[in-house]
C-alpha cells in the first residue's frame, strides 16, 4: 500500500518534468531513501569539478563512491614506485565534503595496467611490486575508505578454468587473489575487502566457480568481507534469481553490494524501453534490500551523457541530468523498505 501511495506521490511531484524544467530531481534523495544502505555512482574527476548540474546530482543523491579510473593501476602508479594520487584525491575529498563513503577501485586486476607491469617480471618481482602498490596507497587513505575492491574480475568466463589467464594468474596461479587480500588486510584492518566481478549476478557456471572459491578461502582462514556484483546488465536481462544469489553469497558470512550498475537499452530509447529499464532498475534494488547483508547499490556513472557506454542511456538521469523513470523506480523500490522497516 505505502509502494502504491509512494508510487503515486513520487509520480505527482515529478511526473510533469519537461525538457524546459530545470534538471532537478526534486526533493527526492534516493540516498535518504536508501538509508541504512548506501546508495553510489562511479564519479569521474573529469566532470565532477566542470559539470556543475553533475556536480549537484553528486552531492545530493550519493552516500559512496567509486573512482571511476583515478585508482586503477596505471593512472595512481604509473611508473614503478611513483605515485600520483591527485585525481584520485579529488575524489575522496568530494566523498567527505558530501559525507559519503569511497569504495576503493581496485588493486588486482587485468586491465588498465601501466606498462611496466608487465610479463617479464618475475613472480618475486611481481610479488614485491604488488605489496608495495597496496602499502602505499592504503597508507595514503588510511581511515578514509569504507571499502576496497581488493579483486576486479579474475574468474574465469569459461567453464574449462577457475581463473582468467592474466598477469596475475600467469605469476602466481591460485595464490593470485590471496595475495592480494592478505596484503589489504595487512596493510590496513578497517576497508571492507571485497572481490568485484561481472557475469556473477545470477547462478551460473561463473558464480558457482566464485562461489567455491570463496568458500576455500573461508575454509582457509583468508579474510575476505564481501562480493560486488558489477551488473552491466542488458535491457530485460535481470537475472531471476539474482536474490537468491545474493543469499547464498550472504550466507557465507560475506557482505554483498550491487557495485557497477548500468542497464543498456542497445537502441535508442522511447517510452517502452524507459519503462523496462525503469523495471530492470527496481527489480535489481528490490533484491538488495531484500538480502540483510546487501550494504549498497551503486551505479557505473550518473547521467547519460558521462556514461562509460555512449549513447547506451544507460542510467537513471538522462544527459540533461533530468531524472528518468528508472530514478523513479529506484526511489520507489527503496522507499518501499524502509516503509516495512
Ligand atoms: C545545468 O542545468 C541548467 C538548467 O537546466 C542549464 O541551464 C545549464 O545549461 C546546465 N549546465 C550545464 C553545464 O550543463
Ligand atoms: C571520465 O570518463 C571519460 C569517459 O568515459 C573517460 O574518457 C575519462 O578518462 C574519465 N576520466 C577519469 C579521470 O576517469
Ligand atoms: C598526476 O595526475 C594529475 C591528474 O590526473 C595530472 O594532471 C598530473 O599531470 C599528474 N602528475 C604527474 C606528475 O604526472
Ligand atoms: C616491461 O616491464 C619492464 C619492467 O618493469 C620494463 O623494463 C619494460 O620496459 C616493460 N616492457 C614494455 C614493453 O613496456
Ligand atoms: C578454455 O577455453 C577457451 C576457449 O573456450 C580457450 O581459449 C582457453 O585457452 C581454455 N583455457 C584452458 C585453461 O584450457
Ligand atoms: C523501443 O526501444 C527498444 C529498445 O531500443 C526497441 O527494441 C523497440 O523496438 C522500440 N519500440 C518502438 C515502438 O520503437
Given at each position: 500500500?505505502?509502494r502504491l ?9 515529478f ?9 532537478d530531481s526534486?526533493?527526492i ?19 565532477l ?11 545530493t543523491?550519493?552516500?559512496?563512491f567509486?573512482?571511476?579510473n583515478?585508482?586503477k593501476?596505471e593512472?595512481?602508479e604509473p611508473?614503478?614506485?611513483v ?8 575524489i ?16 588486482m586486476?587485468g586491465n588498465?595496467l601501466p606498462?611496466?607491469?608487465n ?6 618481482e611481481?610479488?614485491?611490486?604488488l ?6 596507497i592504503?597508507?595514503?587513505y ?8 581488493v579483486?576486479?574480475?579474475l574468474?574465469s568466463?569459461?567453464p ?5 589467464d592474466i ?9 593470485a587473489?590471496?595475495?592480494a ?8 584492518p578497517q ?8 557475469g556473477?549476478?545470477?547462478?551460473n ?9 570463496v568458500k576455500?578461502?573461508k575454509?582457509d582462514?583468508?579474510?575476505?568481507d564481501g562480493?560486488?556484483?558489477q ?7 535481470v537475472?531471476?534469481d ?9 550466507d557465507?558470512d560475506l ?11 542497445r ?7 524507459l ?7 527496481e ?13 549498497s547499490?551503486?551505479v557505473w556513472?550518473?547521467s547519460?551523457?558521462?556514461s562509460w ?25 527503496f522507499?518501499?523498505?524502509?516503509s516495512?522497516?
Amino acid at each position: 500500500m505505502y509502494r502504491l501511495l509512494l508510487g503515486t506521490a513520487l509520480i505527482f511531484r515529478f511526473g510533469r518534468a519537461s525538457p524546459t524544467s530545470a534538471p532537478d530531481s526534486g526533493e527526492i534523495s534516493l540516498r535518504d531513501l536508501a538509508e541504512p544502505r548506501f546508495f553510489g555512482a562511479a564519479a569521474n574527476t573529469t566532470f565532477l569539478f566542470h559539470d556543475q548540474n553533475y556536480t549537484r546530482l553528486a552531492e545530493t543523491q550519493f552516500s559512496i563512491f567509486t573512482p571511476e579510473n583515478e585508482m586503477k593501476w596505471e593512472n595512481i602508479e604509473p611508473f614503478p614506485n611513483v605515485f600520483n594520487f591527485t585525481a584520485a584525491d579529488e575524489i575522496v575529498r568530494f566523498s567527505e565534503f558530501s559525507h559519503a563513503k569511497v569504495r576503493g577501485h581496485n588493486f588486482m586486476w587485468g586491465n588498465q595496467l601501466p606498462p611496466w607491469v608487465n610479463d617479464s617480471l618475475s613472480a618475486t618481482e611481481l610479488d614485491r611490486v604488488l605489496k608495495n602498490h597496496i602499502d602505499k596507497i592504503m597508507n595514503h587513505y588510511r581511515g578514509k575508505l569504507y571499502a576496497w575492491d581488493v579483486i576486479n574480475e579474475l574468474i574465469s568466463d569459461t567453464p574449462n578454468a577457475t581463473f582468467k589467464d592474466i598477469i596475475w594468474t600467469r605469476k602466481f596461479g591460485e595464490e593470485a587473489m590471496p595475495k592480494a587480500l592478505v596484503y589489504a588486510r595487512q596493510a590496513d584492518p578497517q576497508p571492507r575487502l571485497y572481490i568485484n566481478d561481472y557475469g556473477i549476478e545470477g547462478i551460473n557456471g561463473k558464480s558457482n566457480t566464485l562461489f567455491e572459491v570463496v568458500k576455500s578461502f573461508k575454509e582457509d582462514g583468508i579474510l575476505l568481507d564481501g562480493i560486488g556484483f558489477q551488473c552491466h546488465l542488458t535491457l530485460g536481462q535481470v537475472p531471476p534469481d539474482l536474490q537468491e544469489n545474493l543469499q547464498r553469497f550472504a550466507d557465507l558470512d560475506l557482505d554483498v553490494a550491487i557495485t557497477e550498475l548500468d542497464i543498456n537499452l542497445r537502441g535508442p530509447a522511447n517510452d517502452t524501453a524507459l519503462a523496462q529499464q525503469a523495471k530492470d532498475y527496481e527489480e535489481i534494488v528490490n533484491a538488495c534490500v531484500a538480502v540483510k547483508r546487501c550494504v549498497s547499490v551503486t551505479v557505473w556513472g550518473v547521467s547519460d551523457d558521462h556514461s562509460w557506454i555512449p549513447h547506451g542511456e544507460v542510467l537513471p538521469w538522462d544527459g540533461e541530468k533530468r531524472p528518468k523513470p528508472a530514478f523513479f523506480a529506484i526511489a520507489e523500490a527503496f522507499g518501499e523498505s524502509t516503509s516495512s522497516g
